[in-house]
Structures are given as C-alpha cells and as structure tokens.
C-alpha cells in the first residue's frame, strides 16, 4: 500500500467507525486514482458499498421497530458475502465496519426502549444487547440482555436465544462458570431458536467449529452442539433439576425413544435430542447418587444403541 493511501485510509477507517459509509466511499474513490491495485482499498470500497445498500434499504421502512427488526439479518447476510468474497479481508476495515454498523443499529434500539408492548420490548432489549456486545461493551450488553430475558421469565416466553447472548456474554466478561451453565440450559430448552451468528466468545466459537468438523451443518448442527459440549467437557458445569422439570424431561425422553422406533423418523435430528436428554438426565442421577446407579447404566446402553461412535468418544 503506498504512503498516501495508508494515510488516506486511516481517514475512511474513522468515518466508518463514525457510521458514514457514504462519505467513507467518497474517499475510497479518490484513494483509488493513486493506487488502483490496493487490495486494501478493494475490500474497504465493498464493506462500503455494501453497507449503503443496507442503510437505503432501511430507509424504506418507515416503523422505527420494523427497521431494528432488519437491522441484525442485514449483518449475517453481510457476513454470508464475506464467505463467498474473493477479496482477500482487510481486517482493519471489517472491524471499522462493525464498530460504526453497531453504534448505528444501537441508536435505533435505544429510541425504542421506552416500549410498552412486553414481545417488542424483548426483541428491543435483544437488539440492544447484541449491538453493545458486537462493539464490545460487554456490561451494558448484560445490562440489556438480563432485562430481555427477565421479561421473558415474567411473561412464561420460551428465552433459549436470549440465554445464550447472555452466555456468551459472561464468558465474554470472564465469567466462564456461569457462562457454561446458561449455554447448556439455552441449547438443552431450543436449539433451534439460537442464532449461532452473534456468538462471539472463544468457548462457543471453538465448540461450534469442533462439531462443524464432524461434519454437522443447519439444523443438525444445533442439536449436535450440547451433545459435543457434554462430551469435550466444555458444558461440564451442571445445575440440579426440579422435581416438575425432571417430570417433564423423562416424559419428552420416553415420547422421543417410542418415536425412535417409527423407521420413519429424522434421526439426524432425533439422535442428538435422545443424546442430550440421556446427559442431562445421566447429570441429575451423578449429583443423586442414591437414586439409581442401574438408572445411568441404561442410559449408557441405549447411548450405545442410537451411535456407537458417539458413545465410545463420551466415555473415552
């Protein structure tokens, strides 16, 4: 890169930093005129271009919680570009990018939060907390993502997506014991309601690459992930189960072993379900070692059973 364009780019690195793509491009163009093969300024140009096309999409949308709701999937399909991009990435700019993206997105949110409307409110507390932990304000994103999930708690709404930002959030903030109980909880309650996306702690990034590279991806991928989590240790701290929890775990266990039985089921997701359900029962009767020995060994046997493979790895 040469002189002047390492000092120019500094420039469009702050304006995108300070949520002016627009002005960030302006200058892109004219750095171009002097150095046309930087592929520095190749890559800055399209998280440029890229996120004008974003902000004049929002423009469209006149409802201020109708656009925060758009904002985080224009991120991921951002990121899905950056998976098919030739462009070498130039960190620099990317990290400029999220800075000034998320500043943005947070200003909506925080005009919103006045909100009555409980569900809203929710998804606002969400955004909210996701956007401070993508700049990394890490306390102000609990701050946010506790009151989300307290809500939740308040109004009986399934809080798998919301438990697990916060997971990642402590473990973000060092708090990895905390953290390795609400991943569990959040991936044992719905998998599949969790947006893998804006994780960003190294304990869940390296679980969820660990379980891709079994060969895992989508749907199946989720479920996959407690089971592995249980097995390489990472989710090896365990809460007690309530009585009417335990109820209602080994009746969903009993009606998933009966469906285990129609050849026409979807194991590929019905596997890794019975896999999580026998751990986090196998958990219970370690911390209750008087209630029933024979009860783990079953459990181990019927492991066996759904994948040999898998089992011989969780008593390796």
């Known amino acids: 890169m040469k002189t002047k364009t390492e000092t120019g780019?500094?420039?469009?690195?702050?304006?995108?930093?300070?949520g002016n793509p627009f002005?960030?491009?302006?200058?892109?163009?004219?750095?171009?005129?002097?150095?046309?093969?930087s592929k520095e300024l190749?890559?800055?140009?399209?998280c440029c271009t890229f996120w004008i096309d974003i902000t004049k999409r929002l423009r469209t949308i006149q409802d201020p919680?109708?656009?925060?709701?758009?904002?985080?999937?224009?991120?991921k399909i951002f990121q899905?570009?950056?998976?098919?991009?030739?462009?070498?990435?130039?960190i620099p700019a990317l990290t400029a990018m999220q800075i000034g993206f998320f500043s943005s997105a947070l200003q909506l949110y925080t005009q919103l939060l006045d909100?009555?409307?409980?569900?809203?409110?929710?998804?606002?507390?969400?955004g909210a907390g996701i956007c401070y932990k993508e700049i990394g304000n890490y306390n102000n994103a609990r701050v946010c993502l506790v009151e989300a999930n307290d809500i939740c708690q308040r109004n009986k709404i399934n809080a798998a997506s919301i438990i697990a930002e916060l997971a990642d959030c402590y473990a973000l903030c060092g708090e990895e014991r905390k953290s390795k109980v609400l991943f569990r909880e959040a991936f044992f309650i719905d998998p599949e309601s969790i947006d893998i996306t804006f994780l960003d702690s190294e304990l869940i990034k390296n679980l969820i690459k660990k379980t891709r590279e079994k060969g895992y991806s989508g749907r199946e991928l989720l479920?996959?992930?407690?089971?592995?989590?249980?097995?390489?240790?990472?989710?090896?701290?365990?809460?007690?189960?309530?009585?009417?929890?335990l109820s209602k775990i080994k009746i969903d266990f009993y009606a998933m072993e009966n469906e285990f039985k129609d050849p026409s089921c979807n194991k590929k997701i019905l596997i890794?379900?019975?896999?999580?359900?026998?751990?986090?029962?196998?958990?219970?009767?370690?911390?209750?070692?008087?209630?029933?020995?024979?009860?783990?060994?079953?459990?181990?046997?019927?492991?066996?059973?759904?994948?040999?493979?898998?089992y011989e790895e969780y008593i390796k």
């Open 23 to 37: 002005r960030a491009q302006e200058m892109v163009s004219s750095l171009y005129e002097q150095d046309l093969d």
């Open 9 to 18: 780019i500094k420039e469009v690195l702050k304006l995108l930093e300070e």
């Open 223 to 245: 479920y996959w992930i407690p089971v592995f989590g249980s097995i390489y240790r990472v989710f090896n701290i365990t809460r007690d189960i309530e009585s009417n929890d």
């Open 42 to 46: 190749t890559f800055t140009n399209r």
């Open 272 to 310: 890794p379900r019975l896999f999580n359900y026998a751990l986090r029962l196998i958990d219970f009767y370690n911390l209750h070692q008087e209630e029933n020995m024979k009860a783990i060994n079953e459990l181990k046997n019927k492991m066996c059973l759904w994948d040999q493979g898998i």
């Open 115 to 126: 909100e009555r409307d409980f569900v809203k409110k929710i998804e606002i507390y969400r």
């Open 80 to 90: 899905s570009f950056l998976q098919r991009v030739k462009t070498p990435v130039y």
């Open 65 to 75: 919680f109708e656009r925060s709701q758009r904002i985080l999937p224009e991120w």
